[in-house]
């Protein structure tokens, strides 16, 4: 495929400009690390937003791009190699918009692989873990008698938001005085859990005073503001 309108997901979000990356995607956790990234890099895109409340993530159209059905998804005109490159996954779009952009990704080698390290702790157990907090904790789980499901996904929450906490002590972001894509999966996370989850008192987190200063550092940024908006 060569050209945007050769990809079946343009038929059902039509591209107003083709030359700029198209994002497929919702404001949730996973959603906004590819908006928030995309305007910390400046990098010219389009939002394109895939409704849940209509199974949007179903249609054969979505699923040509992300058959996993999971947002976000990106479309980018402008690859590697000249031709369209299209990505799922978002610590996937992460990695790849930082070697697009030169920008959130240390340049020294034994940095770069740390940084990845993070952004694996992020998918492998914050994400996962938090998500299944949430489950329990705010949606249909909640009605279950038996709260040891829940009980485990709070054990586990708090070990990770312990192993973060440590790991931040005199440390301004996750990898010291350099924001990047570590800090960009992390924090959406945890603003979700104490926020939207509304599980800060079961975590305990008021336990965790540097995840609390490193958050607050990373929505105070205008990019993380606007990012966490898109798309509207």
Same mark, same amino acid.
């Given at each position: 495929?060569?050209?945007? %309108?050769?990809?079946? =997901? ?10 700029? =990356?198209?994002?497929? $995607? ?7 690390? /590819?908006? *928030? ?12 937003? /895939?409704?849940?409340? $209509? ?10 791009? $992300?058959?996993?059905?999971? @947002?976000?998804? *990106? ?14 996954? $978002?610590?996937? @779009?992460?990695?790849? &918009? ?9 340049? #020294? ?14 998918? +492998? +157990? *914050? ?11 705010? !949606? ?16 586990? %929450?708090?070990?990770? &938001?312990? /192993?973060? #906490? ?17 800090? @960009?999966?992390? !924090?959406?996370?945890?603003?979700? &859990? =104490? ?9 305990? !987190? ?23 908006? @898109?798309?509207?």
């Amino acid at each position: 495929m060569n050209a945007l %309108s050769d990809f079946p =997901i343009t038929q059902k979000w039509p591209a107003q400009h083709p030359d700029r =990356i198209q994002l497929y $995607s919702l404001p949730t956790p996973n959603g906004v690390k /590819v908006s *928030i990234m995309l305007e910390e890099t400046g990098l010219p895109y389009e939002a394109h937003k /895939v409704d849940f409340g $209509s199974n949007d993530q179903l249609t054969p159209e979505f699923l040509s791009l $992300s058959p996993n059905n999971k @947002i976000p998804a *990106i479309l980018d005109p402008n690859g590697p190699d000249g031709r369209p490159l299209p990505l799922f996954e $978002s610590g996937a @779009i992460l990695v790849y &918009l930082a070697a697009k952009s030169g920008q959130f990704m240390p340049q #020294d080698v034994a940095a770069r692989y740390e940084t990845l390290q993070w952004v694996m702790f992020q998918m +492998g +157990g *914050i994400g996962p873990m938090f998500g299944q907090l949430g489950f329990f904790h705010k !949606f249909a789980g909640k009605d279950y008698e038996d709260k040891r499901p829940r009980d485990r996904y709070v054990a586990e %929450s708090k070990r990770l &938001l312990g /192993v973060l #906490d440590k790991h931040l002590q005199g440390r301004d972001w996750i990898m010291g005085g350099e924001y990047t894509i570590a800090d @960009i999966a992390t !924090f959406p996370w945890i603003r979700n &859990l =104490i926020g939207f989850y509304g599980a800060g008192e079961l975590v305990e !987190f008021d336990r965790f005073a540097n995840v609390r200063r490193v958050l607050d550092a990373f929505v105070a940024r205008p990019a993380v503001e606007r990012g966490l908006a @898109i798309p509207g």
